[in-house]
């Protein structure tokens, strides 16, 4: 080749280079926006939901025999120590202490590590006067190694601080949360955190609209329900954990292997908090439940046994009332609890730690899951069906289950659109009744309305019954909620009520009968449609009018404004130490120091209290306006109780030795239904003085009422 033309043929490769470098480069996306699009990173970990002492390194094989032990146990300590870590002799042993498993990168325990003391420091805040506690958690994961085998991962917490004594109150658990950060914060895998699913909704909306997103609770913005990690559902969305669980004198009550999601609605857009929701299952290693009996004495089987074991519990951060009042959902429970319904959540205050680092405080929530109701009521699991939704009028009401659940609710819904009234109503009324409880329907709405719940009623209902085998019918120690098969409604976020967002008392003056039935009250989030039940509910008198004294049973008995106060009371001393020191450390909103504080706080708690003295009366008004009952005209009931049981007075459950008046609307009629104690059965009535007997009277007048019991 005549070398004069090299030069040449060089420059033309060296344009044909760039050419097809340029095209590739235009052709493909940028590197980070290839990385936008993708679901996951190259290097994500295919085991990611394995639990991390069951996936050894690469070249390791794991020995469940080698075993790593702590020279101090896990607990509260308020001295400064020395912790040496044990294995086999011959064993290197790696640690880690930010929750991350154990590699052969991990540094090497050689010698014995100090474990110091915090001291109480100078107030975080303005807001307070009081040094505030200094409270850390070593939390350590640990391995062996030796001779190509690894052990499995060991966790030990180890709670320090000068006061760690005096730190918690006597009825706070603190949760001690171990897990690997990858799962939790990354940003493609951690689910603690916006990541991957938001920044491609963000795209894909800029795309679509020529704009990005603003923020906002419209669905047609940006809010926290938008595509983000935090909001991912079901087991792709749990992350393993290691659990340790102390009482307030640092005695180890639970010390286990689970899973962890994030739980609930708008709130797990919350920071830096999310509600946190525990997983006991066999597959990571331990057991299946948490054997505790978290919520005191309450919570006992329908055969008197106390429940000591839970295969889940939720640590929620408050949720709506997270930066009001902090204790709006756990008071509505009590009361309802108090006022007769028999599905509400327990509560019991909590500290949590999560790979050393404070987490906040919570809320320990019982579950609502069809295991649960198994421990409760009898039955089998599978017999049980929840479903959730919202109760609509106007349009579809939608309920998410299992088929045979949601479709079975389905049929109900529409027996209560088309009301009991008309040719046909009667039947429709008995069929409703025949499948669902609508007593407890009646009481359950009364109580909505009267605590006002703006996020209720087209959201935030679930649903459950029980499906009985022919088998289990033949069973005379059936439950009865079981054997009937009915619809029944568990309670369940209840804090968006109780002048949450006080404006000069607006939500203790509104009626909420009107707004239900109309559908039409800006003010309220998730009430745009009217209620199919409460309208089905009032399209007939005796209904009507069992609907309308279920407010006399509540404003004389659970929600009387001293109750609801000493029962607020009560709940502002058992969350007040941990709410206090959440608030000191600045952790609601990390940029604003300014709110919440302890000023709106008791600010909030006093909205409740005004809430509760102003609105028997609108209630009053309520009813008069929307149902036609004058408060003024009543007739007056007092029963009296002895041993052998209690009764149901229209709804209001009045307990063995006691005695109690109502003063209902006059021109109704209200039924007292005998609720003997196992081994008793009712021997006579005296209504004035008249004998009656059955498991049930009726009375329209003033009357006196005693029941008898006898033995069976």
């Known amino acids: 080749m005549n070398r004069k033309y090299i030069p040449a043929i060089i420059c033309l490769l060296v344009l044909v ?69 044990y294995a086999p002799e011959g064993a290197a042993i790696h640690y880690t202490l930010d929750g991350s498993p154990p590699t052969t990168d991990s540094p090497i325990h050689t010698a014995p590590m100090r474990i110091s003391t915090p001291s109480p420091g100078a107030p975080v805040t303005r807001f307070d006067s009081l040094a505030p506690s200094r409270v850390t958690v070593y939390s350590i994961n640990a391995i062996a190694i030796l001779g190509g085998q690894v052990s499995e991962v060991f966790t030990s917490n ?78 792709e969305a749990e992350r393993p954990v290691h659990v340790q669980m102390f009482d307030h004198t640092g005695e180890l009550h639970i010390s286990q292997r689970a899973g962890v999601r994030v739980r609930g609605g708008f709130s797990r857009a919350a920071e830096p908090q999310k509600s946190l929701e525990l997983f006991a299952r066999d597959e990571y290693g331990d057991r299946n439940n948490f054997p505790f009996q978290f919520f005191g004495e309450v919570e006992r089987t329908y055969y008197g046994e106390y429940i000591d074991r839970y295969r889940r519990v939720r640590l929620r951060n408050g949720g709506t009332d997270r930066n009001s009042g902090f204790i709006r959902d756990e008071l509505s429970h009590v009361l309802f609890r108090q006022a007769g319904h028999s599905d509400t959540q327990l509560h019991t205050p909590a500290a949590v730690f999560l790979n050393g680092e404070y987490y906040g405080v919570a809320w320990l929530k019982s579950p609502r899951t069809e295991n649960h109701l198994r421990r409760r009521y009898g039955g089998v699991t599978d017999g049980f069906e929840i479903v959730a939704g919202g109760d609509n009028r106007f349009t579809y009401s939608w309920w998410t289950g299992n088929y045979r659940a949601s479709s079975d609710l389905h049929q109900v819904s529409e027996l209560a659109r088309q009301g009991f009234a008309g040719e046909d109503g009667q039947e429709r009324f008995e069929e409703f009744s025949r499948r669902i409880d609508v007593d407890a329907l009646i009481r359950y709405y009364a109580m909505q309305i009267y605590i006002n719940n703006i996020d209720w009623p087209n959201h935030n209902i679930e649903m459950w019954r029980y499906f009985p085998t022919e088998e289990e019918l033949n069973d005379p120690n059936l439950h009865p909620y079981l054997r009937d098969g009915r619809w029944r409604v568990f309670a369940h976020d209840l804090e968006a009520a109780w002048s949450i967002w006080d404006d000069d008392n607006r939500m203790a003056r509104e009626d909420t009968i009107r707004d239900i039935m109309a559908g039409d009250n800006p003010n309220r989030w998730n009430s745009h449609n009217s209620s199919a039940f409460l309208y089905a509910i009032l399209s007939r008198e005796d209904t009507t009018a069992q609907f309308a004294n279920t407010f006399i049973d509540l404003i004389e008995g659970a929600f009387a404004p001293a109750n609801i106060e000493a029962v607020l009371d009560n709940l502002i001393a058992q969350i007040q130490n941990e709410l206090h020191y959440a608030l000191r450390m600045n952790f609601f909103y990390q940029d604003n120091e300014w709110w919440p504080n302890p000023d709106s706080i008791r600010y909030s708690h006093d909205a409740i209290r005004r809430f509760a003295h102003i609105r028997p009366n609108y209630i009053y008004l309520s009813i008069s306006n929307n149902l036609g009952f004058n408060w003024e005209h009543r007739f007056s009931v007092t029963i009296s109780t002895g041993v052998g049981g209690g009764v149901v007075m229209n709804s209001r459950p009045v307990e063995a030795f006691q005695m109690v008046t109502g003063n209902y609307f006059l021109g109704t009629q209200i039924r007292i239904t005998a609720r003997p104690n196992i081994g008793y059965e009712v021997g006579y009535w005296l209504v004035n003085g008249v004998e009656q007997h059955g498991n049930y009277i009726t009375v329209s007048e003033d009357s006196n009422v005693f029941v008898n019991f006898v033995r069976t």
């Open 158 to 235: 180890f709670v320090v601080g000068t006061d760690v004594y005096t730190r918690f109150c006597e009825n706070t658990l603190i949760f001690v949360l171990n897990s690997d950060p990858h799962g939790l914060f990354d940003h493609y895998d951690g689910i603690l955190v916006e990541g991957i699913d938001r920044e491609i909704f963000r795209q894909e909306f800029f795309d679509t609209h020529g704009r990005w997103p603003a923020r906002g609770y419209s669905y047609e913005y940006e809010n926290p329900a938008s595509p983000a990690n935090f909001n991912r559902r079901g087991r």
């Open 17 to 85: 280079a760039v050419s097809f470098f340029l095209f590739v480069r235009n052709a493909s996306p940028p590197q980070e926006e290839a990385e936008l699009y993708a679901s996951w990173p190259v290097n994500r970990p295919d085991n990611l939901n394995i639990p991390a002492h069951l996936r050894p390194e690469a070249g390791l094989t794991l020995n469940p025999s080698l075993e790593v032990s702590f020279s101090h146990p896990p607990g509260f300590y308020s001295m400064p120590f020395q912790l040496t870590i």
